[in-house]
T-cell receptor
């Protein structure tokens, strides 16, 4: 019930391409969905987040799409760059607590 | 400034040692967190402090002992650790620990237990 399932585990994209990472959740009480980006040797950094009252949120090259009925959300990275190579974690939390439930992570490699 | 600092960056300790990890933030945040992260895995929540009081303990073994001396500092005291406790230990902070609070992570302490 508390799980967030993330796919794919790893992703290789050419420079300029679109990277797509998907997450699915079971707990309908989740209502905050952030994405974190983590570079090797660094802590995770918030990239973008969405609430269920909107179906899409865009910040620069990064877009979250949210499908409440399917309990799925995804991260799209447009015009992917080698500097985007990192591990991406989706996460979810609910109003009543401060716990973040993380997905298993996606290691993105953008080839030049 | 959205910086969370952690010291030391790396720590190697034996199973009989006692050591401490330190975390500091000056963003006025009142919620602070300890996470453990194994290689290629997501962070796992260990402890949450809210307004300097321990609010969440995720059934962490007693060989890990958190302490929040004041609203800017968070310590994790380590004693009699096991090799499987080797991991990246991350500290994070957020405004008040509520739903919409962004958690800001530090760079972590890479811990190796011999």
């Amino acid at each position: 019930q508390q799980q967030v399932k993330q796919s794919p585990q790893s992703l290789i994209v050419q420079k300029g391409g679109i990277s797509i990472i998907n997450c699915a959740y079971e707990n309908t009480a989740f209502d905050y969905f952030p994405w974190y980006q983590q570079f090797p040797g660094k802590g995770p950094a918030l990239l973008i987040a969405i609430r269920p009252d909107v179906s899409e949120k865009k910040e620069g090259r990064f877009t979250i799409s949210f499908n409440k009925s399917a309990k799925q959300f995804s991260l799209h990275i447009m015009d992917s760059q080698p500097g985007d190579s990192a591990t991406y974690f989706c996460a979810a939390s609910q109003t009543s607590g401060s716990r973040l439930t993380f997905g298993e992570g996606t290691q993105l490699t953008v080839n030049p | 400034d959205t910086e969370v600092t952690q010291t030391p960056k790396h720590l190697v300790m034996g199973m009989t040692n006692k050591k401490s990890l330190k975390c500091e933030q000056h963003m006025g945040h009142r919620a602070m967190y300890w996470y453990k992260q194994k290689a290629k895995k997501p962070p796992e929540l260990m402890f949450v402090y809210s307004y300097e009081k321990l609010s969440i303990n995720e059934s962490v073994p007693s060989r890990f002992s958190p302490e929040c001396p004041n609203s800017s500092l968070l310590n994790l005291h380590l004693h009699a650790l096991q090799p499987e406790d080797s991991a990246l230990y991350l500290c994070a902070s957020s405004l008040e620990g509520g739903l919409s609070d962004t958690q800001y992570f530090g760079p972590g302490t890479r811990l190796t237990v011999l």
